[in-house]
Each structure stands twice: as structure tokens, then as C-alpha cells.
């Protein structure tokens, strides 16, 4: 079977599985040792060399996805995206950003970068002429996020990878709100694409990995600093990301079309203010999403108008549930004033966009007409009654 050739929903159910010659099980064993023999052998293995039986299955699984060369699991998401950048970035380089980005992303560049002598910056909005107008003769990597968090911002991502080129950049791209089913920026020019496999890759809210998919050379340098950092993932979570992943392809496909289903929903009730989704032929960047998406996404935001309590919607809420995280089989909601953009001032959240009514809603794979029903049921009950 030539690898090339296969749909996405059949390299989900089986490329990387390891074949069981003992017993001709259905699965791929679990090998859970953690010392290898090492005379005679063409790999010493170690689970810190990311070279295990699990964790080379689930790297060949998430390349074939991703249209990668090779691509390697790490311990969470962060710990593929620092590896990665500091693989990338030494002592006296620069990295232009994308001004919105994941907050752990930010924290990680805004608290360690200066201190191991790494220049930064942020772009000021996100498109290409942005990162371009930031770049200095140091500059040796562009990192751009699309669709972005909370806000669903679209970055046009040829665009990008091609000043990147231009300036002989290494381009990386955290793609996590999209999966590699939904977007594969590797052919759109990117060197490499990034994951937090604890959302949708991993999907059932119960996994901590990450992910970096790119070419053999760039997993040679991203492996050599990886060993020394540690961040490898354990052989049972790779088994269970590897089962996890079979069903990637058709749970994006229903949280998908749930998105698209709810995003329309909102986009004409009378209590909602704005919707931020790419499928939404509104959206600013729906053209560029439509060209460089495969489907739009899980991931939507939208502010309540001002005659609702969005505390008080989340409270009433029955079958979604607020909670901190994404991606799950589950719906979840979440209010970003009162969580991931807390520390800002009300003005300060005002001048991102980000009002005290917004909320980013994870649409689950239910029955798109129950989580229409139970935002319905909370909206009547989040009515704000002048006193
Ligand atoms: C969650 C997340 C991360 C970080 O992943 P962890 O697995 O929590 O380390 C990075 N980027 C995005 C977009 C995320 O949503």
C-alpha cells in the first residue's frame, strides 16, 4: 500500500500500527520497557531518545497526517513547542511571532526568552507584510498560529511561509486549532508544524502530548536537543494517542459540521452580538480560510449583547460545560476575561477584542440540535432583569 495514495480516515485507522508477529492481535502492542538491548542491534533504544516501539508508531501516524517526513511525540504540547524553538534559536537570535498566540506560548517567550539572550517580536497584526516589517538581520525563525485563540483570527499561511523563504526564516506554525485534518501547512510552504496532541489529537480530554511534524533534517536537529530537554511521551500515552488518532479523522469531520451548524445559530439570534467563526462567510478571512482549510473547524467564539450575563449563561448551561480546556468529544465553553486574559485590565481586553461577554466555545460531536437546545434553554435564563 503506498502510503501517498491513502485517504486520511484509513491513515488514521492504520499507518505507524505495529504489527503483533506473537499473537496476531488487532492493535499495537504496548511495550513498555524502558531498558533495550544494545549489542547487535541497529537503534539503541531508550524512551528518551524518542526511539521506542510506541513512540516511533504514533510519529509515523502523525507525519502521514501532517504530509511530513518524520514527526515525533512529546510529553505536551509546550514541550514540542519550546523543544522546537529552541532547537531553532540560540544566544543572539531574533523570532518574529504572531501577536496572538496560545498563552503558554507567550509565557514561554516573554519569561525565558530574554534571559537566554533570544530577541523577540511580536507582530502587529497578521498579515505577511506584519511579520516581514518585523524581521531583523538576526531574525532566524517566523511563528505564526491560524485559526488563532480566542479570537479566530485567519493568518494567511503561503503567504507567510513565502517571506519566510524569501528571508531563509525557518517558518513554524502552531496548528493545533485545526488538526492535521482540517489544515496541513506543510504544503503550504511551512518547515514545520507544531501540536498540542491533548486537544484534538488526543480528543477524549483525557491526554497530555504534543506533537512536531516536519522533514528528516529538521526532526535530526529538533531529536538531538529534544534528548537533552526530556520532554519524551511515555509508551501507554503513545498507545493511547495512537487509538486516539484512529478517530481523528471522523470526529473533525462532526465537529465540523457542528461548528458550521452553531456558528449560523448564533449569527442570527437576537441575544448575540458577534460571532467569530472562518466559516462564517462574514468572517474577514473566510476566503483565505476557504483556500487553505479543509474544513473550518471545532472552534468558535462569540459575545453575548449586553443584556446578558455571560456568568450567569454559563451557569444555566446543562449539557455543555465550562471548563478550561478544548477539543474534546465533549462541548465546553469558556469565558476568557475570567480566565486565559484575567490579568488584563477591562481596557486592556477592550483593546484586543476580548470583552467581558465573550465566550470561546468548543462544539463537541453531540447532536448538533442538543447543544442548540441547551444554549437556547440558557440564554432565556441569562436575561439580565433591571433592578
Ligand atoms: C493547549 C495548547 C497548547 C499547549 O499544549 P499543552 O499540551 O497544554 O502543553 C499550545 N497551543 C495551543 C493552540 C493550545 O490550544
Redesign the pocket.
Known amino acids: 500500500m503506498a502510503k501517498e495514495n491513502l485517504g486520511v480516515h484509513t491513515i488514521c485507522a492504520h499507518v505507524g500500527e505495529i504489527k503483533d508477529e506473537q499473537f496476531g492481535g488487532a492493535v499495537s502492542p504496548i511495550y513498555m520497557a524502558s531498558s533495550y538491548e544494545y549489542m547487535d542491534v541497529d537503534v539503541k533504544r531508550y524512551p528518551r531518545y524518542f526511539n521506542t516501539p510506541n513512540q516511533e508508531a504514533v510519529g509515523k501516524k502523525i507525519a502521514a497526517l501532517a504530509h511530513a517526513e518524520m514527526a515525533m511525540p512529546f510529553a505536551?504540547?509546550?514541550?514540542a513547542?519550546s523543544t522546537t524553538l529552541f532547537t531553532f534559536l540560540n544566544h543572539g537570535d531574533h523570532i518574529v511571532l504572531q501577536n496572538e498566540i496560545?498563552g503558554?506560548?507567550f509565557n514561554l517567550v516573554v519569561e525565558e526568552f530574554e534571559k537566554m539572550g533570544i530577541d523577540y517580536s511580536f507582530t502587529d497584526g497578521v498579515e505577511a507584510a506584519d511579520f516581514e516589517a518585523k524581521i531583523k538581520p538576526n531574525t532566524k525563525v517566523l511563528y505564526l498560529?491560524t485559526p488563532s485563540?480566542p479570537l479566530l483570527t485567519i493568518t494567511d499561511i503561503k503567504a507567510v511561509a513565502a517571506i519566510a523563504k524569501k528571508h531563509g526564516l525557518v517558518s513554524m506554525i502552531?496548528n493545533?486549532?485545526a488538526s492535521p485534518i482540517n489544515q496541513r501547512p506543510l504544503d503550504l510552504g511551512i518547515d514545520i508544524s507544531?501540536h498540542?496532541?491533548?486537544?484534538y489529537l488526543g480528543g477524549h480530554s483525557d491526554i497530555?502530548?504534543?506533537a512536531v511534524a516536519t522533514s528528516e533534517v529538521y526532526i535530526e536537529k529538533i531529536w538531538q536537543k529534544a534528548k537533552n530537554m526530556g520532554g519524551s511521551l511515555s509508551d501507554f500515552m503513545c498507545y493511547l494517542l495512537e487509538r486516539s488518532i484512529k478517530t481523528l479523522g471522523v470526529r473533525v469531520d462532526k465537529h465540523n459540521s457542528n461548528a458550521q451548524e452553531i456558528a449560523e445559530f448564533l449569527n442570527t439570534h437576537s441575544a448575540v452580538e458577534k460571532v467569530y467563526y472562518p466559516g462564517l462567510p462574514s468572517h474577514p478571512k473566510h476566503d483565505i480560510a476557504k483556500a487553505q482549510m479543509h474544513g473550518f473547524g471545532g472552534m468558535l467564539s462569540f459575545e453575548l449583547t449586553e443584556e446578558y450575563d455571560a456568568v450567569q449563561f454559563q451557569k444555566e448551561l446543562q449539557l455543555v460545560k465550562p471548563s478550561m480546556?478544548?477539543?474534546g468529544v465533549e462541548s465546553t465553553i469558556l469565558l476568557p476575561s475570567a480566565t486565559s486574559h484575567a490579568l488584563l485590565t477591562p481596557e486592556q481586553r477592550a483593546a484586543v477584542s476580548i470583552s467581558d461577554n465573550l465566550l470561546r466555545f468548543s462544539i463537541g460531536i453531540e447532536n448538533a440540535k442538543d447543544i442548540i437546545n441547551d444554549v437556547e434553554h440558557a440564554l432565556k435564563k441569562a436575561l439580565v432583569t433591571l433592578v
Do not use: P, Q, R, V
Open positions: 505536551s504540547g509546550m514541550a513547542i496560545y503558554g506560548s498560529e485563540n502552531d493545533t486549532f507544531l498540542s496532541a491533548t486537544k497530555c502530548a504534543g480546556s478544548l477539543a
